[in-house]
Nanobody
Framework: QVQLVESGGGLVQPGGSLRLSCTAS????????IGWYRRFPGKEREGVSC????????SYDDSVKGRFTISRDNAKNTVYLQMNSLKPEDRAVYYC????????????????WGQGTQVTVSS
Protein backbone atom coordinates (compact mmCIF):
# COMPACT_ATOMS: atom_id res chain seq x y z
CA GLN A 1 0.00 0.00 0.00
CA VAL A 2 1.18 3.50 -0.88
CA GLN A 3 0.61 6.13 1.76
CA LEU A 4 1.98 9.02 3.81
CA VAL A 5 1.39 9.08 7.55
CA GLU A 6 1.92 12.15 9.74
CA SER A 7 2.53 11.96 13.46
CA GLY A 8 3.85 14.09 16.30
CA GLY A 9 1.05 16.56 16.73
CA GLY A 10 -0.44 17.44 20.07
CA LEU A 11 -0.94 20.17 22.65
CA VAL A 12 1.92 22.51 23.49
CA GLN A 13 2.23 25.82 25.36
CA PRO A 14 3.16 29.03 23.54
CA GLY A 15 6.91 29.13 23.04
CA GLY A 16 7.16 25.36 23.08
CA SER A 17 8.27 22.92 20.40
CA LEU A 18 6.97 19.94 18.48
CA ARG A 19 8.48 17.73 15.81
CA LEU A 20 6.15 16.38 13.17
CA SER A 21 7.02 13.27 11.17
CA CYS A 22 5.90 12.23 7.70
CA THR A 23 6.69 8.62 6.87
CA ALA A 24 6.15 7.03 3.46
CA SER A 25 5.14 3.47 2.72
CA UNK A 26 5.28 1.90 -0.72
CA UNK A 27 7.52 4.54 -2.30
CA UNK A 28 10.81 6.30 -1.66
CA UNK A 29 10.58 9.85 -0.38
CA UNK A 30 14.09 10.71 -1.55
CA UNK A 31 12.79 11.04 -5.12
CA UNK A 32 9.91 13.37 -4.26
CA UNK A 33 9.57 16.99 -3.31
CA ILE A 34 7.92 17.02 0.10
CA GLY A 35 5.75 19.86 1.28
CA TRP A 36 4.23 20.61 4.65
CA TYR A 37 0.85 22.34 4.62
CA ARG A 38 -1.60 23.40 7.27
CA ARG A 39 -5.30 24.08 7.46
CA PHE A 40 -6.72 26.55 9.94
CA PRO A 41 -10.29 26.04 11.16
CA GLY A 42 -12.68 27.08 8.42
CA LYS A 43 -9.86 27.78 5.95
CA GLU A 44 -8.24 26.03 3.01
CA ARG A 45 -4.81 24.44 3.19
CA GLU A 46 -1.80 26.70 2.80
CA GLY A 47 1.88 25.98 2.30
CA VAL A 48 4.25 25.93 5.26
CA SER A 49 7.53 24.50 4.02
CA CYS A 50 9.07 22.56 1.15
CA UNK A 51 12.02 20.22 0.74
CA UNK A 52 13.32 19.72 -2.81
CA UNK A 53 14.28 16.24 -3.95
CA UNK A 54 16.68 17.48 -6.62
CA UNK A 55 19.07 19.83 -4.86
CA UNK A 56 18.20 19.68 -1.17
CA UNK A 57 16.92 23.25 -1.04
CA UNK A 58 14.27 24.21 1.47
CA SER A 59 11.71 26.97 1.58
CA TYR A 60 9.41 28.42 4.23
CA ASP A 61 6.37 30.58 4.43
CA ASP A 62 7.16 33.95 5.99
CA SER A 63 4.89 33.16 8.91
CA VAL A 64 7.17 30.33 10.08
CA LYS A 65 10.57 31.36 8.76
CA GLY A 66 13.18 31.23 11.49
CA ARG A 67 11.00 29.05 13.71
CA PHE A 68 10.35 25.90 11.65
CA THR A 69 12.87 23.57 10.00
CA ILE A 70 12.18 20.86 7.44
CA SER A 71 14.59 17.93 7.17
CA ARG A 72 14.87 14.40 5.81
CA ASP A 73 16.07 11.06 7.12
CA ASN A 74 16.22 8.95 3.99
CA ALA A 75 17.20 5.82 5.90
CA LYS A 76 13.85 6.04 7.68
CA ASN A 77 11.96 7.23 4.59
CA THR A 78 10.77 10.12 6.73
CA VAL A 79 10.55 13.90 6.53
CA TYR A 80 10.36 16.04 9.66
CA LEU A 81 9.06 19.46 10.51
CA GLN A 82 10.71 20.83 13.63
CA MET A 83 8.51 23.58 15.05
CA ASN A 84 10.01 25.90 17.67
CA SER A 85 8.72 29.04 19.35
CA LEU A 86 5.17 27.97 18.65
CA LYS A 87 2.44 30.58 18.73
CA PRO A 88 -1.31 30.23 19.27
CA GLU A 89 -1.82 31.19 15.63
CA ASP A 90 0.08 28.05 14.59
CA ARG A 91 -2.90 25.97 15.69
CA ALA A 92 -3.97 23.92 12.68
CA VAL A 93 -4.07 20.49 11.13
CA TYR A 94 -0.72 19.84 9.47
CA TYR A 95 -0.35 17.71 6.34
CA CYS A 96 2.55 16.44 4.28
CA UNK A 97 2.41 15.89 0.54
CA UNK A 98 4.68 14.27 -2.05
CA UNK A 99 5.32 15.49 -5.59
CA UNK A 100 7.12 13.28 -8.12
CA UNK A 101 7.27 15.75 -11.02
CA UNK A 102 7.52 19.27 -9.61
CA UNK A 103 7.76 22.22 -11.99
CA UNK A 104 9.32 24.22 -9.17
CA UNK A 105 9.77 23.59 -5.46
CA UNK A 106 6.59 21.81 -4.36
CA UNK A 107 4.74 23.19 -7.37
CA UNK A 108 2.79 20.76 -9.51
CA UNK A 109 0.65 17.67 -9.23
CA UNK A 110 0.58 16.23 -5.74
CA UNK A 111 0.85 12.45 -5.87
CA UNK A 112 0.06 11.71 -2.23
CA TRP A 113 -1.38 13.47 0.80
CA GLY A 114 -1.08 12.39 4.39
CA GLN A 115 -4.07 12.23 6.71
CA GLY A 116 -3.04 15.18 8.84
CA THR A 117 -2.03 15.68 12.46
CA GLN A 118 -3.50 18.25 14.85
CA VAL A 119 -1.28 20.88 16.46
CA THR A 120 -2.77 22.94 19.27
CA VAL A 121 -0.88 25.80 20.93
CA SER A 122 -2.51 26.99 24.11
CA SER A 123 -1.70 27.89 27.70
Amino acid sequence: QVQLVESGGGLVQPGGSLRLSCTASGFTLAYYDIGWYRRFPGKEREGVSCSSSSDGKTSYDDSVKGRFTISRDNAKNTVYLQMNSLKPEDRAVYYCAALSKPQAMCVGLIDYWGQGTQVTVSS
